[in-house]
């Protein structure tokens, strides 16, 4: 009887935040995920994946990564000035460390911003 009416008081909880098994932290189980299955299939209503991006440097041996060309730079800072990352811009891990290095210097001789102004 006692044990019933705890379970009516508390409701059907096991352990700590009402959760069961491990894990901890934010969020639910595994059960209240959804489907995050892997693939790349859209028809199904899973997640694509677009084409593989590839590093602009690595593609064309000509272009060179240079502090001076402010144009090509900005295509790596976003609107915020914050340098885009690897993931994103698809450089390879030498040619982000030169561009992030191109951005700097870019940034000290002011051809490109740090920050954005912020109008109020």
Request: contains cysteine; charged residues 30%; aromatic residues 6%.
């Amino acid at each position: 009887m006692a044990n019933s009416r705890l379970e009516m008081a508390f409701g059907d909880r096991a352990g700590a935040g009402g959760r069961t098994g491990g894990g901890g932290g934010r969020g639910g189980g595994r059960e209240d995920r959804g489907d995050r299955g892997g693939g790349g299939d859209m028809d199904r209503g899973g997640r694509g994946f677009g084409r593989r991006k590839v590093c602009r440097y690595c593609a064309d041996n000509n272009l060179k990564v240079d502090y001076k060309n402010a144009a090509d730079l900005k295509y790596f800072v976003t609107e915020r000035g914050k340098i885009v990352p690897r993931r994103i811009s698809g450089n390879c891990a030498r040619h982000q460390r030169e561009v992030a290095t191109a951005i700097k210097r870019g940034r000290n001789v002011a051809l490109l911003p740090y920050t954005v102004m912020q109008h109020s």
